[in-house]
């Protein structure tokens, strides 16, 4: 059921998710058990290529994983982590939440949308803990460069990743294998969905273990490891949460994790098609539009023409013929609960009035992406 003639995003799901979610039913076992664990395993191997070992673990959602990486990772009360403003505010509030202070980095170039290298240099001080690099559309940012920087300064690096799940960035390497820990949503409109999920992924065992026991507040053992193993007792190393996902969700979350190629691939021959037809269209300029690999395509980002109507017109327009737009993101420096002096972030708030975000779902056809042009460019055209 829709509202829209071509909504913003459209699930993909499948008679197998149907049938995975019964058999988690019929299964006597709805708590977090064989499906998260195998879910995560399949996870990890994946991201390894076969080559590193990664450990995974689900979570009930990606800030529930940035939380977590923040408490692995010790920052706390005192520390500053780097961020960018062009995000979903997710990112500062859980530097916030682990009790540090947000410092916002601006992006690249308005056709480079991710953390500025040089940017997040000049905004190192003494207190500096982490950067969080968030691979904007699923396109991969600088991490060689932050990286470096990171080494540099005794620094760690987070990736978010939640655009991107198995997409890889121009030298072929997976997004969310280079930092020290990494998180993705599996929430409704993204690129492998749960309804609500995520996970927390790192090379280094130990940091995936905290997660592991603080997503289960802190407790030694399980509920399954205990009817599995007839154990009674646990104990509470440190006060944790409950972020568990449960089996349903990871039952839907292997199946669509296995479908993760093939809608990556339908992205990319979308997002392709936009970028030719929106070619044609005057003072509209298109991020990352010279990236084509097997990148997660999760955003159809677009800057409107400088000289023209406003965006929150051209969304009007829009919706006003039946098509569902939105943008990514309003920088997070300029919602209330953020908002300080002094902060300059030059191409963030250059770009952000102009960001839209065109409709985009592996179910999308053709004749839908020329529709979605055909209704912007009318709804450019002056009245
Ligand atoms: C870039 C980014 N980071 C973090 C999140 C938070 O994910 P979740 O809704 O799973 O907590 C989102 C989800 O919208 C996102 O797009």
Known sequence: MTLWRIPYFELSLSDEEKRAVADVLESGWLAMGPNVAAL????????????????????????????????????????????????????????????????????????????????????????????????????????????????????????????????????????????????????????????????LVSRHQEIAARARRLRSHGMTTTTHDRFRTHAFGYDVAEVGFNYRMDELRAAIGRVQLGRVPHFSARRRQLVLRYRSALAEVRGLEIPFANHDGDHGFHVMAVLLPRAGPSRPAVMQKMAERGVQTSYHYQPIHSFTAYREEGVTLPVTDAVAPRLLSLPLYPTMTDEQVDDVVRTLTESLAPC
Do not use: W
């Open 40 to 199: 995560e395993q399949d996870f990890g191997r994946l991201l390894g290529d076969g080559s590193s070992e990664f450990a995974a673990v689900a979570l009930s959602s990606c800030t529930a994983a940035l939380h977590l990486a923040m408490l692995a990772l010790d920052v706390g009360p005192g520390d500053e982590v780097i961020c960018p403003s062009l995000t979903f505010v997710a990112d500062a509030n859980a530097i916030r939440t682990a009790g540090a202070t947000v410092v916002f980095a601006d992006v690249c170039s308005p056709h480079e949308l991710t953390l500025d290298p040089e940017d997040v240099a000049r905004k190192l001080t003494a207190r500096t803990k982490a950067v969080v690099v968030v691979h904007y559309g699923g396109y991969g940012a600088r991490t060689d460069e932050l990286l470096e920087l990171c080494r540099a300064h005794g620094l760690a690096l987070i990736e978010d990743a939640c655009h991107g799940p198995l997409a890889r960035d121009d030298q072929g390497r997976m997004l969310g294998t280079q930092g020290d820990v990494s998180c993705y949503s599996f929430y409704s409109n993204k690129n492998m969905t749960t309804g609500e999920g995520g996970m």
